[in-house]
């Protein structure tokens, strides 16, 4: 099992509707999250970050954790064909125990939007 | 932008070579990183910088070394390049200071080995 995974789409949806990105994580002990975009061949860029249950909302974003279920969620509303990309969910774990503390990338979701 | 710079943009060259990437930042931020990203894998990290002299190994560490002399460069080098290793590297940098903060990547630098 991946640590942090992701279905690869691709996501299809039309201009306008909410575009729901999902990702699981094996690790109970993560304790933050985080979304990133990432045009084809560019750089990954940060759009938004978790730390508690519940939903974080950041203009047409909102970002939904749920710990107990292992998964993060990002929504997109009025999505916009500038909105199609890859977007990566990371999650981070920090082992006290002196291993590395380091985020896991999930491969990626492909979202399409239609115009 | 992040500030950050990674030299060179692009590269190609030949199996058993020597390759030095560079990441440069100028935001004094504490934390620096470099990843590769090959598809169905994701971003893997190789090793990352704590601070000055201050480094540790990431998931995919073989065949990698890494230094950082001054706060604002991170250097990642290919000691005897394979082409398992062509891929695109990514530096990132952490704004805060520990490790479970946001990460800014750069522009990334595509390194092909023949």
């Known amino acids: 099992q991946k640590e942090v995974e992701q279905n690869s789409g691709p996501l299809s949806v039309p201009e306008g509707a909410i575009a729901s990105l999902n990702c699981t994580y094996s690790d109970r002990g993560s304790q933050s999250f985080f979304w990133y975009r990432q045009y084809s061949g560019k750089s990954p860029e940060l759009i938004m970050f978790?730390?508690?249950?519940g939903d974080k909302e950041d203009g047409r974003f909102t970002a939904q954790l749920n710990k107990a279920s292992q998964y993060v969620s990002l929504l997109i509303r009025d999505s916009q064909p500038s909105d199609s990309a890859t977007y990566l969910c990371a999650v981070f774990h920090m082992n006290y125990g002196g291993a590395t503390n380091k985020l896991i990338f999930g491969t990626g979701t492909l979202l399409a939007v239609q115009p | 932008d992040a500030g950050i710079t990674q030299s060179p943009r692009h590269k190609v060259t030949e199996t058993g070579t020597p390759v030095t990437l560079r990441c440069h930042q100028t935001?004094?931020?504490?934390?620096m990183y470099w990843y590769r990203q090959d598809p169905g894998h994701g971003l893997r990290l190789i090793h990352y910088?704590?601070?000055?002299?201050?480094?540790d190994k990431g998931e995919v560490s073989d065949g990698y070394s890494v230094s950082r002399s001054k706060t604002e460069d991170f250097l990642l080098t290919l000691e005897s390049a394979t082409s398992s290793q062509t891929s695109v590297y990514f530096c990132?940098?952490?704004?805060?200071?520990?490790?479970?903060?946001?990460?800014?990547f750069g522009d990334g630098t595509r390194l092909s080995i023949l």
């Open positions: 990132a940098i952490s704004p805060g200071t520990a490790l479970n903060q946001p990460q800014h």
């Open positions: 935001e004094n931020h504490r934390y």
């Open positions: 978790i730390y508690s249950n």
């Open positions: 910088s704590y601070g000055v002299k201050d480094t």
